[in-house]
Structures are given as structure tokens and as C-alpha cells.
T-cell receptor, first 115, second 115 residues
Framework: AQKITQTQPGMFVQEKEAVTLDCTYD???????LFWYKQPSSGEMIFLIY??????QNATEGRYSLNFQKARKSANLVISASQLGDSAMYFC????????????FGSGTRLQVQP | DTAVSQTPKYLVTQMGNDKSIKCEQN?????MYWYKQDSKKFLKIMFS???????INETVPNRFSPKSPDKAHLNLHINSLELGDSAVYFC??????????????FGPGTRLTVL
């Protein structure tokens, strides 16, 4: 069974600094996708970035990048130049290609950006 | 031009009542999902439909019944509501590609409070 672990319940970062949110995963499926979602205090789930298990390069989307280390089964989210609006819950999720298509989520990390 | 919409956004009701949550997507996606987010923010899949066919049915009490009248709509009906049903319910949709790269897009959520 697939599992996602986020070991940081809460993180603080100074505005304009970079921050890394940790995510490790476990799956027996050789093909899978990894996702990060942001949930601000308003409650909606916002897709941030995707990494496929066979992608050779780390994914990037603007200030977001995914540090994918397949051998270590980690998919850390890096946010560069943090902004106050980045304060939110961040969820790592995985979807197996061969198995069921639903997302399995981690427990989330609450990020607070300080001025 | 909302992609995934849910109604209502808030639902407050008494124990024992029956209620429905509606979800619609205008993205042309083939697959729709219901997720439950509990009070600790943990997200878990409940159901998934592909082209009106049920493909995932997690261990959910049979008081919960999804219905998909067409591939753009997935409703959730809950009978005999209990206190433990209080949560945020998210609808999501994704295209059905060959790989696991299909990003799931979430609706705004429905906060259900059972008194």
C-alpha cells in the first residue's frame, strides 16, 4: 500500500528566504506521480507542482521546485523567495499509475511566513 | 468560469437528517472524486467515478451514496447524519490519461457540521 509521510507539522520562514518542506513516500508500484497542493486558510486546495517517477529532471513551477530523490523516496518541495501569501498548509500526495488513481495524501505541513 | 464547483459551501444540520452535496466540473474530465478532510486536516479518498461508473469505493459507511448522473456531475448523499460526519468534503476531477500524470483539480470544499 502506498504511504506518504510529512514529518514537519509546522515550519516558520522569514519573508524572502527559501524553505524546504519534506515528503517521503513508499510504494511498490514502479510508476507513480507525486504532487504538492497548497491549502490556504480560505480552505481551497490549490495544485502547485507535479513530478513523475520516470522524469529525469526535477520539476519547477515559478518559485516552486520539487527536489526528487528516487532512491531515497523523497519529494521535497522548495519554495524560493517566500512571500507572506505562502502561509498555508502544504500537502504532499502520490498517485500510482498501475493501482487505483486516487491521491494518497500526507498529513500536511503548516508553513508560516514571517515579515 | 469556475472549473470545479460544489454546493453548498457550508452545511449545518441536525443528527439523523439526510443531506446532499452537489459537484459539477466544466473541464471535460472523465474522472471525479470525493475526498473527506477531517478535523486534523487529513484528506482521504471516499469515492471515484469514471464516466459515470464507480471505480473506487473506500471503506465508507453505506449511509454515504455517490451518484453520477453524467460525467460532469458527481453528487454525494448522506443518510442519517452522525456527529462524526462533520468534516470538509472535497470534490475533485481529472482527465483519464494513460499515465498517472493527471492532475486532480479540487472544488472549494463543503464544510459539513452535524449538531
Amino acid at each position: 500500500a502506498q504511504k506518504i509521510t510529512q514529518t514537519q507539522p509546522g515550519m516558520f520562514v522569514q519573508e524572502k528566504e527559501a524553505v524546504t518542506l519534506d515528503c517521503t513516500y513508499d510504494t511498490s508500484d514502479p510508476s507513480y506521480g507525486l504532487f504538492w497542493y497548497k491549502q490556504p486558510s480560505s480552505g481551497e486546495m490549490i495544485f502547485l507542482i507535479y513530478q513523475g517517477s520516470y522524469d529525469q529532471q526535477n520539476a519547477t513551477e515559478g518559485r516552486y521546485s520539487l527536489n526528487f530523490q528516487k532512491a531515497r523516496k523523497s519529494a521535497n518541495l522548495v519554495i524560493s523567495a517566500s512571500q507572506l501569501g505562502d502561509s498555508a498548509m502544504y500537502f504532499c500526495a502520490m498517485r500510482e499509475i498501475q493501482g487505483r488513481r486516487a491521491l494518497t495524501f500526507g498529513s500536511g505541513t503548516r508553513l508560516q511566513v514571517q515579515p | 468560469d469556475t472549473a470545479v464547483s460544489q454546493t453548498p459551501k457550508y452545511l449545518v444540520t441536525q443528527m439523523g437528517n439526510d443531506k446532499s452535496i452537489k459537484c459539477e466540473q466544466n473541464l471535460g474530465h472523465d474522472t471525479m472524486y470525493w475526498y473527506k478532510q477531517d478535523s486534523k486536516k487529513f484528506l482521504k479518498i471516499m469515492f471515484s467515478y469514471n464516466n459515470k461508473e464507480l471505480i473506487i469505493n473506500e471503506t465508507v459507511p453505506n449511509r454515504f451514496s455517490p451518484k453520477s448522473p453524467d460525467k460532469a456531475h458527481l453528487n454525494l448523499h448522506i443518510n442519517s447524519l452522525e456527529l462524526g460526519d462533520s468534516a470538509v468534503y472535497f470534490c475533485a476531477s481529472s482527465p483519464e490519461g494513460a499515465g498517472g500524470t493527471d492532475t486532480q483539480y479540487f472544488g472549494p470544499g463543503t464544510r459539513l457540521t452535524v449538531l
